[in-house]
């Protein structure tokens, strides 16, 4: 069994695939019939391949023992040429912050339809696209559900979720109309392992109020929902969402104690407009997936050393 992983060099991709090495080194492939459906898994092959557009950049998976595909996620024939002998997709590449709004639907829009519509050509049997809790735009006085629909607005609205919220409406809509087994895993913000991401959120949230909040979800919890989601029945997670966050949500101000930095003056004399924007629920996750939160919190992952 071949898995084909895209975004591979990104920051989520980067710490998944060698996590996505290690569990198919131990047999463990996607259906759970040990990743070797096809014989190519126990005749020494790893089952991975990364699609990457500078072959070089894809030389650690390579010694790690993945298969490197070059080419463009924007460019038909180097998609239908890593997605040959594919039996599973797990579409992982985004242009996030600081590309133009055009790059930013190209690829998390258009590029993610198109793949998975190849997919679909090329005979692969299941789909796990990664998306991002800031789809569901607007908070509702609650935790945020997987069957919330998007309701656009909020400080971290923009280009970038409102594709992903695109993308993940038509790719749910071609699984059913085509049978493909699409599922969703859509993580909070993303942290921990040497990512600077920590570290950047003090850009814009120093103008925040001092008790908003920011779900989170550390790259390790990220990755073993990923493999929670690959493996997964078709007859429990094909077509449904899943959001993949900690279960603490951390204020502005933590931010800025975490990260060493003083607290602006002012924080505390703010108010949030709408304090349950961008929390979600990671009950679905817990009950069907049985995933849990390797780091409950950043204070956790901080203790572990793990930030």
């Given amino acids: 069994m071949r898995v084909l992983v895209t975004g591979a060099t990104g920051r ?3 710490r998944f695939v060698p996590r996505l090495l290690q569990w198919w080194g131990r047999g463990d492939g996607p259906y759970g019939d040990g990743g070797s459906g096809d014989g190519e898994h126990k005749a ?3 089952g991975v391949r990364v699609l990457v557009r500078d072959r070089e950049r894809g030389a650690p998976f390579a010694a790690l023992g993945a298969e490197v595909a070059e080419g463009d996620l924007r460019e038909p024939e180097g998609v239908r040429a890593a997605l040959d002998g594919v039996q599973a997709v797990v579409n992982v590449a985004a242009a996030f912050r600081g590309v133009p709004d055009e790059e ?5 829009r258009d590029a993610a339809i198109a ?3 190849a997919a ?3 005979g692969v049997s299941r789909f796990v696209q990664v998306g991002t809790n800031l789809v569901y735009g607007t908070g509702r006085g609650r935790p945020l559900t997987e069957d919330d629909p998007t309701v656009p607005g909020g400080a971290l609205w923009g280009a970038y979720p409102a594709a992903k919220a695109e993308a993940e409406e038509e790719l749910l809509r071609l699984g059913r109309e085509t049978g493909l087994d699409v599922r969703i895993g859509s993580p909070a ?4 392992e040497g990512d600077p991401h920590l570290a950047e959120v003090l850009r814009w949230a120093g103008d925040w109020p001092g008790n908003r909040r920011l779900a989170m979800v550390h790259h390790a919890d990220v990755a073993q929902g990923l493999l929670r989601l690959l493996r997964a029945p078709r007859a429990l997670a094909g077509g449904r969402r899943y959001n993949l966050v900690d279960d603490a949500p951390a204020t502005a101000v933590e931010l800025h104690l975490l990260n060493g930095a003083p607290v602006p003056a002012g924080m505390g004399e703010r108010l949030d ?3 349950w924007y961008g929390i979600v629920s990671n009950a679905r996750a ?3 997936l049985g995933w849990r939160p390797l780091y409950p919190s950043m204070w956790t992952a901080r203790d572990a050393g793990a930030l």
């Fill in 12 to 14: 989520v991709g980067r």
């Fill in 286 to 288: 817990r009950d069907e």
């Fill in 44 to 46: 020494g092959g790893s």
């Fill in 189 to 192: 913000f993303v942290y921990g």
């Fill in 104 to 108: 930013a639907w190209a690829v998390n």
């Fill in 115 to 117: 793949l998975a519509r």
């Fill in 120 to 122: 679909v050509a090329a």
């Fill in 273 to 275: 407009d709408d304090p």
